[in-house]
């Protein structure tokens, strides 16, 4: 999926749709962003050595892993986060980096859906979390 595919499952918009692109590999979702430097999130953090902060490698897994319910969306649905568990960072990523997800759902109970997944840079790990969220009415968030 492009961008433009990802904006009709995703609410995100401008700097905060962080998915360049995502594919389906049977059950799993496997999402790429290319980290150019010049992101909203890479100011401050840190200068001199910029790495993208973990919460924003927590939302890309997130992203990815929503593609996984086309099925379950419509245009009054509205993915929301509801938790995160055992997230675990193993090492930086940084400006000129190619990040790459690899999730999957592990449970579902409408709204709430489970998730696992990965995120790497040229198949070094760099994060891994469990993590959940719901679907639910955007007029319940709006």
């Known amino acids: ?38 992101e909203w999130f890479l ?16 939302e890309i897994l997130a992203q990815s892993a929503c593609v996984l319910l086309t099925d379950t969306m419509t245009e009054d649905k509205i993915p929301v986060y509801t938790g995160l568990d055992g997230v675990r960072f193993k090492s930086p990523v940084r400006p000129g980096d190619l990040f790459e997800t690899r999730c999957r759902i592990t449970r579902a109970k409408p709204p ?20 959940a969220f719901a679907v639910t009415e955007r007029s319940h968030v709006f």
């Open 112 to 131: 709430f859906y489970f998730a696992e997944g990965t995120g790497s840079v040229d198949g070094r790990l760099c994060i891994k979390a469990s993590f």
């Open 1 to 38: 999926m492009t961008q433009e595919e990802i904006k009709q499952i995703l609410p995100h918009r401008d700097s905060m749709l962080l998915l360049d692109e995502v594919t389906r590999d049977g059950d799993f979702a496997c999402g790429k962003l290319k980290i150019r430097g010049d």
């Open 43 to 58: 100011n401050g953090h840190f200068p001199g050595m910029p790495i993208v902060p973990g919460v924003i490698l927590c």
